[in-house]
Each structure stands twice: as structure tokens, then as C-alpha cells.
């Protein structure tokens, strides 16, 4: 079974950035869309961004502009660069691998790892 491990997470001003990655263990290669997902205190699992097969990626309305997805297959690793970050961006991120070679949200996705602590102040 795939294992993800996600690292890259910390505290950080508004307006800075964090690039978090997560490495997945088990396969050579993983062919199913692989994305970031969210959780502040108190509030559901939400989608921030993911990457399917083909390269297509969707991102939630919050991260456009600010945050980019990109997988680096050759190292086994699935980055989130954010920037401009908001303290409205504060929470777990977990990283987290779909059922599908194509994915339409967070339904899809049923292997995640243990997250990793954003923080943003203000």
C-alpha cells in the first residue's frame, strides 16, 4: 500500500510562502491524480489543489493565482508552492492519492497521509 509522507509546513507572516512536499513510498510510480487538501480547526476536509495523470490540475477558487501543484515523478514527490499566503490559509494539509487517473474532487481520493501544520499570521 502507498504511504505518503508530507513535510514543508511551518509558521510563516502573511504574504510569505511555503513550498510543501510530499513523498509517497511503495510503488515506482503512482498513475492516479494525486492532490493538497485542507483541514483548519473546527471545519471539514477541504480541496486546495490536484493534479491528474494527463497533467490537468484544478485548484480551489481560494488558491488560483497563489498556489501551484507539480509532481516530480522521477522523485516520487508532489509539491504545493504557496505563496502570498493568508491567514485565512491556517491548517493541516494533507496530501492524498485518488482511485483515478482522473479526479473531480475529494470523493476520489482514498490514500492520505498524516498532514502537515500551516500557519499564517497576521
Known amino acids: 500500500q502507498v504511504q505518503l509522507v508530507e513535510s514543508g509546513g511551518g509558521a510563516v507572516q502573511a504574504g510569505g510562502s511555503l513550498r510543501l512536499s510530499c513523498t509517497y513510498f511503495g510503488y515506482a510510480y503512482i498513475d492516479n491524480c494525486m492532490g493538497w487538501f485542507r483541514q483548519a480547526p473546527g471545519k471539514e476536509r477541504e480541496t486546495v489543489s490536484y493534479?491528474?495523470?494527463?497533467?490537468?490540475?484544478t485548484y480551489a477558487d481560494s488558491a488560483k493565482g497563489r498556489f501551484s501543484i507539480s509532481k516530480d515523478n522521477a522523485k516520487n514527490t508532489l509539491y504545493l508552492q504557496m505563496n502570498s499566503l493568508k491567514p485565512e490559509d491556517t491548517g493541516m494539509y494533507y496530501c492524498?492519492?485518488?482511485?483515478?487517473?482522473?479526479?473531480?474532487?475529494?470523493?476520489?481520493?482514498?490514500?492520505w497521509g498524516q498532514g502537515t501544520q500551516v500557519t499564517v499570521s497576521s
Open positions: 493534479i491528474n495523470t494527463d497533467g490537468t490540475t
Open positions: 492524498a492519492v485518488g482511485f483515478l487517473r482522473s479526479c473531480s474532487g475529494i470523493g476520489d481520493f482514498g490514500y
